[in-house]
């Protein structure tokens, strides 16, 4: 099967499973389950920046209208993470002279490169979605605290989903 | 070449970043819920359709509960009832006498109770005499304010919405403030700006106040938790609600009457300030 047929398949399932958890899956009003930053560090690295930036914001925005989002919250922060992934990538796996299309899976770096990577891509996500979705009208220990949750729940979801779908030769 | 080919790519990229950032921005200021349940109006009228028959099966298994509600409100209505009977019996109240509010029984086919946005659906709409800024209550907590309405449905802002006040106050002292979600869970709530010189203390019950046209007075709310000092000025006072709103199924759109005629008398009012 041709990369981009196979990434394409694998981008429209993410998004259906996006959009199962948005509508059906509730861990309360502090979590918000979210794939959009794992979509966004597998867009090809060699892509032109502000094609990544269209794309991840088209991504963000389906993802708003398809589920009961805040129309522009998530195109927003996906925005941010798509300006930010391909920088964070080359110091996180100290690869300077790295010439695939895509970030490496798991079973060719480690598992520890990746949840740091995806970490750090994470905390930039919420940041964004945390502070639009209403920081000033919550404390900012309950915005920290959902802060903290969000990344340590959504990165072991993210690692689930990165290791099933992502994770091939 | 090379270095005006990069700079050029640096540049375009800040712009399109910036541009996107700035639409994302605008939207998420703009876009208020009632505009959001306009452009989605006719996505909403195919996913009310499964909601419909996916909240039935669920019905069929929570009929206890629901069952153990309708019969605690049935015996407050009979307590009300021999009030009123009470009253009539004694010439205050006569068969000619409306009531002050319109009551409309409702049930809730869609429910978002666990987003910091939540929204309601509800089953009745224009046909029914549902019209936008209804409140929506039920014997023991207030639900939200009708937001939108089609001809069969309504969409309903839940008060369990960072967006939403309501005007409160402790039963027994009358001291009245802003009540609003804490928005951590369905059963917590913040009644803020009740002046320093309140004796409202923990256990003290809140009700709705009856100062907003929304909402009818006297709903019994919840309990006071905790009582803070804010700036020496204000009071905040930490409140469990009495239900929690992801539980709820059935509800009552109530409307003032002759709420027109002080909507008009208000704005009269303001003009000739």
Known sequence: MPDYLRQTIIYAVVIFIQIILNNYVNLGPMIYLCLIPLLIVYLPLDQKNYISLIIAFGLGLIIDILSDGVLGLNAGAATLVA????????????????????????????????????????????????????????????????????????????LIVDFTLFNRS | MDYRSNSYNLLLTIGVFIALEVISIVMIVQNSVLQRYIILNGIRSTQVFFWERSEGIRDFFNLRAYNQALLEENAQLRGKMAQLQYLEDYKYVTEETPGLYKWIPASIIKNTPNKQHNYLILNRGAKDGVETEMGVVTHNSIVGVVGAVSDNYCYVISFANKSQRASAMVSGTGDFGLLSWDGTDGSGATLSHVPLSSVAAVGDTVCTSGYSTIYPPDIPIGTITDVDAVSGMYKDMKVALFQDIRSLKYVYIVQRHHQDEIDELSKTAKGKE
Do not use: C, M, W
């Not at chain 1, 979605?129 to 919550?138: H, P, Q, R």
């Open chain 1, 83 to 158: 300006l930010v992934y391909k920088p964070i990538f080359y110091p996180v796996f100290q690869k300077n002279n790295y010439s695939k299309k895509y970030i490496p899976p798991i079973r060719e770096s480690d598992i520890g490169h990746h949840a740091l990577y995806l970490t750090i891509i994470l905390a930039i996500y919420f940041l964004f979605y945390i502070a639009f979705d209403g920081l000033a009208k919550t404390t900012l220990v309950v915005s920290l605290i959902r802060f903290v949750t969000n990344i340590a729940v959504n990165l072991a979801l993210v």
